[in-house]
């Protein structure tokens, strides 16, 4: 069990990693590397592993007497990192698709309402 709560806690951080890394190669790309918007993204993920760390604490928290006893599922951390992990393929593939936007992923990318004419405009 404490094993699954590493994994679902280290797992998003793998995502996180690789969104900050694409990021950066596609504002290299696109010769837009910005030390204060690198700050404010940096504050994002702090955010991320902060909401990640407080559903690990209430987690834990759920799983110990009396607290086991209230009726609500202790299983937080799987929702919370669940979600994280999808925010961040979402920011991967855009990051990927602006990095080469002839990727088989424009179809996709329509979702995002971001094409090829977006990129110009910016």
Not at 42 to 57: D, Y
Request: contains cysteine; negative net charge; charged residues 20%.
């Amino acid at each position: 069990m404490m094993d699954l709560a590493i994994g679902m806690f280290v797992v998003p951080f793998v995502f996180i990693i690789f969104d900050v890394v694409t990021g950066i190669v596609k504002a290299a790309k696109a010769k837009d590397l910005s030390s204060s918007r690198m700050r404010e993204g940096s504050f994002h993920k702090f955010g991320e592993m902060l909401f990640l760390l407080f559903a690990a604490l209430c987690q834990a928290t759920l799983t110990m007497p009396p607290y086991c006893n209230l009726g609500i599922p202790s299983e937080i951390l799987c929702f919370v990192s669940g979600y994280v992990i999808i925010q961040e393929c979402f920011s991967i593939l855009e990051n990927i698709y602006e990095i080469n936007p002839d990727m088989p992923l424009s179809d996709m990318m329509k979702l995002f309402n971001i094409s090829k004419n977006d990129e110009k405009d910016k």
